[in-house]
Structure formats: structure tokens, C-alpha cells
């Protein structure tokens, strides 16, 4: 199993999706593609934290209506966020009747999320599901690093996490198909930098292309796109040179969510994206319409989480990080 790739014989497909995001988001350069937003980021609530559970209450509500589903038809929710005990999750699934199980992945939830609802339906435990992930810029800093009102310096390696929610209804209506997944290996390479989340995920992005084309049928030119959520900057330029040592070459195929979400520069958001919610609402908005329309057949999703906790990292601890692979087809 360490290396095995699952193929989904009866593959399910992404029935609907939906994505809900803030207004820095918005202001981005995919703004016109997102279902909702909010202004202040608040989405009227008076905390982060419950402004980051209403996300994930509306992307879940948003693709369940637009697959033409009720709560009841939906045999399970996949869902999970940054915060502690999964609290975004939590209080967001309170609104629906549907089974859950909560999942904590860091940025890889998503990916970990399609997989997990994916190997479901293919065995025949469920016939539909729901995989759901969020993040917020103001509650994740409060936790990982300062409260806001610090005004403390960020570095030029250091990622803004995405305010937003993603969430994805797999049945069998769509014309995008899950065919295979691979699980991540937590790998721990000893970097303890919290504000180059990058540099620590990238290894295991590596490990898990690696394993993935060596026990493939596939190279990478088969792929339209092969993308990564959330290395960013510091760690899409690290993952693409050290394949190259393993002679992989996704350079011309390759791009990261962190790096399609915001503009670089201009939105000064220095390495890029990050947070549970940014591959999330990239695949929602733009990547599995455009695969819906036939610009893209084949696409590699590859979601990459760093496994830390505050308290690991007061304690001078390095960050672990995993990366989950999901092979999508159109058509």
C-alpha cells in the first residue's frame, strides 16, 4: 500500500461545487469566479472564527442546491479547517443533518477530502458526499502567529492565508471524474520556519510525484496541468528543481494555487496563497469549470498541508508536512 496507487473503478464524479471567499480574494485576479464573497470579510458575524464557519455553511449550501440535492441526500460531510479541533468545521456542519467526519490535513484537506469522499463512492458506502475545507486570513493569524492589532513584520517567504471556503459534491452527475488517488507520507525534513511554510512542504510534494510517476503509466506530458495548493513562491521553485534531480520534469504543466489566487506584487501577499480554503476554491472557480468546458482533460490536484501546532512550534519543533494526490479526467 506505501506506494500504491488506488484507481477508482467506478469513479465518482464532482457533481457541483461552490466557493465563497473574502474581499482580498475578490480584488484578485480570478475575483469575477467566485459564487460569493464579503466585503469586510466578516460575513455578518462579530468573530473570525464564526465568520470562517458561515463560509463553509454557505459553500456547503451552495453546492448541495446546486446539484439540485437536499440535506437528506447527502449520505456524508467530509470537512476540515486550520483552526484548532476543527472549530471552523464543527460549528459550520451543526447546520446540517448529514453525518460528518472532520478532517485535519492543513492545506492538503482538500486534496485529502475528494480523495477520502472518492475511495467512499468507488466501494459503494456512500452514493453521495460532500467535501468541504476553509480558511481565514485573521483567524489563522491569531492562532499561528500574532493577532492583527501587532502589526508584526512579515517575511519575504512568508504566504497570506486565503479567506475562503470551498466545497464539492461528489455522486454520479458531472463530467469530471476522480480516477485515481494517492495518499502523502508525512515527511520531516527538519525546517522549523513558520513563515516559509513552502520550503517545509515541499519535500513531501517530491516524495508523493515521485512515487506517483514511478508507479504510473503516465509522464507528465499526459497531464494538461499538474498542480500543487499551497506551495507558493519559495516552494513551487524548490519542488520543480529537485525533480529535475529525479528526472521529473512538470515545469511546463506546473502551477500552484497560492500563485493563481492573488497578485504577487501588486496585492503584496509575498510568496503568495495559502490556507485550507485557497486550492480549494482555485479547483471550485477555475479549474474544474475549465475542465467542465474541455480546456483541460487531465488534470493532477496535489494538496500540500503543514502538520505543525502552535504549541509544537513554541516549543522549537520542525514542521512535518504530507502532500494527498487526486488524478482528474473530464469527459
Known amino acids: 500500500m506505501k506506494n500504491q496507487i488506488i484507481t477508482l473503478n467506478n469513479a465518482p464524479k464532482i457533481s457541483s461545487y461552490y466557493s465563497v471567499v473574502g474581499h482580498k ?12 464573497y464579503s466585503d469586510d470579510d466578516k460575513f455578518g458575524k462579530d468573530t473570525w472564527e464564526k465568520a470562517e464557519s458561515e463560509m463553509q455553511y454557505r459553500a456547503v449550501k451552495g453546492a448541495i442546491n446546486r446539484a439540485g440535492l437536499r440535506d437528506s441526500d447527502v449520505d456524508l460531510l467530509l470537512a476540515g479547517d486550520l483552526l484548532n479541533q476543527c472549530v471552523g468545521s464543527n460549528y459550520a456542519i451543526t447546520n446540517f443533518d448529514i453525518p460528518y467526519l472532520g478532517l485535519y490535513g492543513a492545506c492538503s484537506t482538500c486534496s485529502e477530502g475528494l480523495a477520502l469522499g472518492a475511495c467512499l463512492y468507488s466501494n459503494g458506502i456512500v452514493s453521495k458526499c460532500c467535501a468541504v475545507t476553509s480558511s481565514h486570513y485573521c483567524s489563522s493569524e491569531r492562532q499561528f502567529r500574532f493577532p492583527l492589532e501587532y502589526g508584526g513584520q512579515r517575511t519575504p517567504t512568508a504566504q497570506w492565508t486565503t479567506t475562503g471556503s470551498g466545497a464539492f459534491v461528489l455522486g454520479n452527475e458531472g ?32 516524495d508523493t510525484i515521485v512515487r506517483y510517476f514511478r508507479n504510473s503509466n503516465h509522464s507528465p506530458d499526459y497531464f494538461d496541468k499538474i498542480i500543487t495548493g ?51 476554491v482555485v479547483m471550485a472557480a477555475d479549474i474544474i469549470p475549465k475542465m ?16 505543525m501546532s502552535p504549541i509544537t512550534l513554541f516549543q522549537g519543533g520542525s514542521i512535518p508536512a504530507i502532500c494527498h494526490l487526486v488524478h482528474l479526467s473530464a469527459g
Open 175 to 206: 463530467t469530471v471524474k476522480i480516477t485515481e488517488v494517492l495518499f502523502g507520507k508525512a515527511i520531516d525534513k527538519g525546517i522549523t520556519d513558520i513563515n516559509n511554510m513552502g520550503a517545509a512542504m515541499a519535500p513531501s510534494a517530491i
Open 292 to 307: 467542465e468546458r474541455g480546456e483541460y482533460k487531465e488534470v493532477l490536484f496535489m494538496g500540500t498541508g503543514a502538520l
Open 230 to 280: 499551497d506551495l507558493g513562491y519559495e516552494g513551487s521553485e524548490i519542488l520543480k528543481d529537485l525533480l529535475l534531480g529525479e528526472g521529473i520534469d512538470i515545469r511546463k504543466n506546473h502551477t500552484d494555487c497560492g500563485l493563481m489566487i492573488f497578485e504577487r506584487e501588486q496585492q503584496d501577499v509575498h510568496a503568495g496563497g495559502s490556507g485550507c480554503g485557497c486550492s480549494a
Open 25 to 36: 480574494e475578490k480584488a484578485g485576479p480570478m475575483g469575477d469566479l467566485f459564487d460569493e
